[in-house]
């Protein structure tokens, strides 16, 4: 078949706590084999918090890969199996310590699909009512405001850098108008 790869083989890896590593086999439709390095992982989702003053609620956190903190709006990571609305229901509450009270989904992102299975699902949301914060006992950040109009020239301005955070700000911005 044109533009696929048939899976012949699949080994674990590495199995860590948020990722597992495979090195399949693949046979490719000029007959002849590769190897594929794949990171498997549960996906995650992400809410552009929208409040009444158009403002958008952000996370700044350190990110140890980059060694720096980085400007984002609330994420989390989907446990196997889990419906992606009700962790951004539960990562919105947990990280800003809002609940809202409309949310839509504004699609869903590959952010590395050369060797990742990783979907981010985006959602934006409104009718915001403040609740309680509830940080995993690993997890340091400070919430802050920025308004949507500023926040979309930061994106492009390159100053917000995490490519979901980009993504679902330009998405919530076309779709308000």
Not at 17 to 46: F, Q
């Amino acid at each position: 078949m044109h533009l696929d790869e048939k899976t012949l083989e699949s080994t674990l890896a590495f199995k860590g706590t948020i990722l597992e590593i495979y090195k399949d086999t693949v046979l490719l439709e000029n007959g002849k084999t590769a190897l594929r390095d794949v990171v498997r992982h549960p996906g995650g989702v992400c809410v552009v918090a929208l409040n009444e003053n158009n403002e958008v609620y952000f996370v700044k956190q350190f990110r140890y890969p980059h060694k720096k903190a980085l400007l984002e709006i609330p994420a989390g990571k989907l446990e196997w199996g889990e419906d992606h609305f009700e962790c951004g229901k539960r990562e919105l509450r947990e990280e800003t310590g809002f609940t809202a009270d409309e949310f839509t989904y504004l699609g869903c992102l590959f952010p590395t699909p050369a060797y990742d299975s990783e979907v981010i699902h985006m959602y934006l949301a409104k009718g915001l009512h403040k609740a309680e914060q509830d940080l995993d006992e690993d997890e340091f950040l400070d919430v802050l405001t920025i308004p949507l109009d500023e926040a979309v020239k930061m994106v492009m301005n390159n100053e917000i850098e995490d490519a979901k955070t980009q993504l679902a700000l330009l998405k919530a911005s076309v779709l308000l108008g």
